[in-house]
Every structure is written in C-alpha cells, then in structure tokens.
C-alpha cells in the first residue's frame, strides 16, 4: 500500500463505480485495482458468489493486452541493436509472403493485415486449425495499402511473436518470462491459467443464466492474446509503462511506445495506436494502455502519466461490461477527488554559467521564444506566450543540444559564439534566434534592412 492512502470518500466512490459496473454489466465476477505515483493504493472486487470475492491475485485473462508485452520484446531487440524498427519482416523471418511490411508497421498495426485470420473464429477454435503462419495469414492477407492507414490485426502480432522465436531461438513464452516477467516480478503472469484462477463465462443477452466458455490454447496466435494475469500483477506493469525499468526497456523507449505511430480513429474517443500502446483521450492523448478481449474475458490497462495514475479492471464475462470505460473511470475519480501535488520547487543543484547567459527572451524574426534551463544540463525552448514551436533538449557534451520532444524533436541546437567568445545567436534546426528582432550584427537569413526600423510616414 501507499505511504499516502486514498481519503475514504475516494475509496468508496471507486467502490461504487465498479459495484455499478459489474451490476449493470452483469458479470460473474470483476477485479481492480489504482497505482499512483508507483505504488498499489486500492483494490477492490464484486462478484456473483457470496461470501467468495477474488482479489489482487486472481488470475483472469487478459486477451489483447498481451500484445503490450510482445511489443516490449520487439523493442529490447531494437535497443540491443538486433534490428531496425524500419527493418521489412523479411529480413528477420523470411517466407512469409508478407515480408514488405516493417516491424514499425506490424507494431502499430498499419502493415494492411486483416484484423483475424481466415477460417474458423479462432479465439473459439482449435490452434491445431492454423499450425502455420501461412494458416494464420491466409491466402489473401492484405486488407489495406501497406503503411496507409491504422487497421488492427491480430495476424500482425502472431508475426511479431514469431519474429522474436526466430531471432531469439526459443519459444515467445519463455522469453517473455525471461526477459519482463521474472525481472518485473510478475509472478501471477502466464501463458496458461495457474490456481487460483477465474473461470471464463458468456451471459445471456436477454436473460440472467450463463454458459461456460472454452479456454483455447492460441498456438500460433498466442503472442496476440494468451495471458493469464492479475490486477497486482498488471498495475506492477503499469508501473513499467510509466517509469521504465533499465533491466527491461529504458524510460525513452517505454516513451516511444507511447508516442502515436498511426492516424487517429473516428469514434467516441479521440483514439491512435503507438508500438503497442493504445492511446486514448484528447488532445495529448492522456491515457495510455491497452484493452482485451477473449471469450469468457474482458480486461483493460490505462496509465495516465500525468496525474502518476493508473488503473486496472478485470472480468469474467464474453461481453456487456465496459471494462475500458471503467478502468478509465477509475483514474477519473482519483485525479478529480485528490489532484496530484507537485513536489517542491526547488533550485538546479549547480549551473553551467556558459548556459546561464543563453537564458531569457531570443528572437525567430519577430516571435518571441524564452530559454529556460532544465536539470542535468537540459535546456526548454519555447514561445513565451500561446502555442506553437518549442521543445525540450537534452545537452551533448559539446556546447549543443538536442530536441527531445515536440517540433524540435531529433533536431540540433548550438549556441554560435563570436570570435571572443560571446554570444552571436542560437542555431536551431536552420532558425537563427537572435537577442534583439533582426538583430543586424547576426546572420540573419537573407539579411536586414541596413535603414532599420521605422514608422511608417
């Protein structure tokens, strides 16, 4: 539990949100759980069996959200230099027929994949029905150009767990238990169902009975969908998709998963995909996570990075529960009823004084732009009044700096001196700020008036 614990008011509103959710949704049974700022504040259960509520521990299926953790293994291999996000498939898993697509592409589901495979439902089906990739692709695998647009495809992650099976040269299980499971201490977290665990159940859509639903194993589509989990489990992997976590995936590439890599979908939310992420909410995309789906199961992840929150929801239902619109609800509820308290400014440990000087107003011809110093040496450039083009950059070493974030992202910042030393202007990405508006004794591109400014006679 948190050193801070949620007020009582707080605890109980999410108690009443998911009361109502399983109520209404009419689901056997229904597992939460908050994190804020790292740490497992709240918990909470309803269920259809008296006196038996699961708790934190309970594994339900997790469907899709599995598709998070494959995106984790894809990544570590581009961080270790293994691959190229821009690399095709085909050059890492030859003979696919499919092979044009980028591993970017198949991360952000715009490689043109059909979302399911041909033949029988396979979340219901056998997987000794689709022993190969060529099963799982089908004859015509292509729905969409590829790289033209945003189009959710299961087969698209059966590939990338494949991928990572040849690069890896062992099956995707156990490297994801090897690599993020056991180093995060997601002990509850498996391919196949460990006591105690949930029972996966469809309701009648008119009437309060219901149907056990079978449990497939996926086979080929398992990097896809096959996960077993629990609310403490998947809020210590919410943890991760805030912060990071050096033994598995760096704070920077955790943030590129989060960053869209596909065009927003018209719908309720104003949605977008990063390299498996979903990202939902409005401008800024404040929530990000991912939701599943299997049958007898629905669950739902969402992380808000800027209130330090995140929720989890669980279920043992086919369908009628909004477990997404719960789990969102959550983090809701918490940052409206006890709002994040920013820590206490305090001043940079030590200061650059070479850097100190470049503070204050510059000027990209007559907009003005402020310098504002940052920890470790980082530098924030931005307009000084309303939105537009600024970054935050982290220093080179070398008397520059690069863009982080924002328009400047990628992009070189220097500090161009004079022959004695001071400060002739900023270079930034072909912008030249100077101290004064077109200030003449800078490069100004194009060059000023020699007659200066004037009034208009």
Same mark, same amino acid.
């Given at each position: 539990?948190?050193?801070?614990?949620?007020?009582?008011? =707080?605890?109980?509103?999410? =108690?009443?949100?998911?009361?109502?959710?399983?109520?209404?949704?009419?689901?056997?049974?229904?597992?939460?759980?908050?994190?804020? #700022?790292?740490?497992?504040?709240?918990?909470?259960?309803?269920?259809?069996?008296?006196?038996?509520?699961?708790?934190?521990?309970?594994?339900?299926?997790?469907?899709?959200?599995?598709?998070?953790?494959?995106?984790?293994?894809?990544?570590?291999?581009?961080?270790?230099?293994?691959?190229?996000?821009?690399?095709?498939?085909?050059?890492?898993?030859?003979?696919?027929?499919?092979?044009?697509?980028?591993?970017?592409?198949?991360?952000?589901?715009?490689?043109?994949?059909?979302?399911?495979?041909?033949?029988? !439902?396979? $979340?219901?089906?056998?997987?000794?029905?689709?022993?190969?990739?060529? #099963?799982?692709?089908?004859?015509?695998?292509?729905?969409?150009?590829?790289?033209?647009?945003?189009?959710?495809?299961?087969?698209?992650?059966?590939?990338?767990?494949?991928?990572?099976?040849?690069?890896?040269?062992?099956?995707?299980? #156990?490297?994801?238990?090897?690599?993020?499971? $056991?180093?995060?201490?997601?002990?509850?977290?498996?391919?196949?169902?460990?006591?105690?665990?949930?029972?996966?159940?469809?309701?009648?859509?008119?009437?309060?009975?219901?149907?056990?639903?079978?449990?497939?194993?996926?086979?080929?589509?398992?990097?896809?969908?096959?996960?077993?989990?629990?609310?403490?489990?998947?809020?210590?992997?919410?943890?991760?998709?805030?912060?990071?976590?050096?033994?598995?995936?760096?704070? $920077?590439?955790?943030? $590129?998963?989060?960053?869209?890599?596909?065009?927003?979908?018209?719908?309720? !939310?104003?949605?977008?995909?990063?390299?498996?992420?979903?990202?939902?909410?409005?401008?800024?995309?404040?929530?990000?996570?991912?939701?599943?789906?299997?049958?007898?199961?629905?669950?739902?992840?969402?992380?808000?990075?800027?209130?330090?929150?995140?929720?989890?929801?669980?279920?043992?239902?086919?369908?009628?529960?909004?477990?997404?619109?719960?789990?969102?609800?959550?983090?809701?509820?918490?940052?409206?009823?006890?709002?994040?308290?920013?820590?206490? !400014?305090?001043?940079?440990?030590?200061?650059?004084?070479?850097?100190?000087?470049?503070?204050?107003?510059?000027?990209?011809?007559?907009?003005?732009?402020?310098?504002?110093?940052?920890?470790?040496?980082?530098?924030?450039?931005?307009?000084?009044?309303?939105?537009?083009?600024?970054?935050?950059?982290?220093?080179?070493?070398?008397?520059? !700096? =690069?863009?982080?974030?924002?328009?400047?992202?990628?992009?070189?910042?220097?500090?161009?001196?004079?022959?004695?030393?001071?400060?002739?202007?900023?270079?930034?990405?072909?912008?030249?700020?100077?101290?004064?508006?077109?200030?003449?004794?800078?490069?100004?591109?194009?060059?000023?008036?020699?007659?200066?400014?004037?009034?208009?006679?």
């Amino acid at each position: 539990m948190s050193h801070e614990e949620l007020l009582p008011s =707080t605890r109980r509103s999410l =108690t009443h949100r998911i009361a109502t959710a399983q109520t209404e949704g009419r689901a056997p049974s229904l597992v939460a759980a908050v994190v804020r #700022d790292g740490e497992l504040v709240w918990t909470g259960a309803r269920t259809s069996v008296a006196g038996h509520a699961p708790d934190e521990n309970v594994q339900y299926r997790i469907g899709s959200i599995t598709k998070t953790f494959t995106a984790v293994l894809v990544m570590r291999l581009r961080d270790e230099g293994v691959l190229d996000l821009a690399d095709p498939l085909e050059k890492h898993l030859p003979g696919t027929g499919v092979g044009e697509i980028t591993i970017a592409e198949l991360l952000s589901h715009t490689g043109g994949l059909g979302a399911e495979t041909p033949g029988e !439902w396979w $979340e219901r089906s056998s997987a000794s029905l689709r022993p190969e990739l060529a #099963d799982v692709l089908g004859e015509q695998p292509f729905k969409h150009p590829v790289g033209r647009r945003h189009h959710y495809s299961n087969p698209g992650y059966t590939l990338l767990g494949s991928l990572i099976e040849a690069v890896r040269g062992e099956p995707w299980e #156990d490297v994801l238990r090897r690599e993020v499971l $056991e180093p995060l201490g997601l002990r509850r977290t498996s391919g196949e169902p460990q006591a105690p665990h949930a029972g996966g159940w469809a309701v009648h859509p008119w009437a309060d009975v219901l149907l056990p639903e079978p449990t497939q194993d996926l086979g080929l589509m398992a990097p896809a969908g096959q996960l077993w989990s629990t609310t403490a489990d998947l809020a210590r992997f919410a943890v991760f998709l805030m912060e990071g976590d050096d033994r598995v995936l760096g704070v $920077e590439s955790v943030r $590129e998963m989060k960053r869209p890599a596909g065009p927003a979908e018209a719908g309720e !939310w104003e949605r977008t995909y990063g390299l498996g992420v979903d990202l939902i909410g409005g401008k800024g995309y404040t929530l990000a996570g991912h939701a599943g789906s299997l049958p007898g199961f629905v669950a739902a992840l969402w992380t808000s990075e800027k209130d330090g929150l995140a929720a989890v929801t669980l279920a043992n239902c086919t369908s009628g529960l909004p477990v997404a619109l719960v789990a969102a609800d959550l983090l809701r509820i918490v940052a409206e009823a006890e709002p994040r308290i920013p820590e206490p !400014w305090r001043p940079l440990p030590d200061v650059d004084q070479a850097v100190l000087e470049l503070a204050g107003p510059w000027y990209w011809g007559t907009s003005v732009f402020v310098l504002r110093l940052a920890a470790d040496g980082a530098v924030v450039v931005g307009p000084l009044a309303g939105g537009g083009r600024g970054s935050r950059f982290r220093p080179n070493g070398d008397g520059t !700096w =690069t863009g982080l974030d924002g328009y400047f992202a990628g992009e070189r910042l220097e500090a161009v001196r004079r022959a004695d030393g001071s400060v002739s202007h900023l270079d930034l990405a072909s912008f030249v700020f100077t101290r004064k508006p077109y200030d003449t004794e800078a490069p100004v591109p194009g060059g000023v008036d020699p007659e200066g400014w004037r009034g208009l006679a």
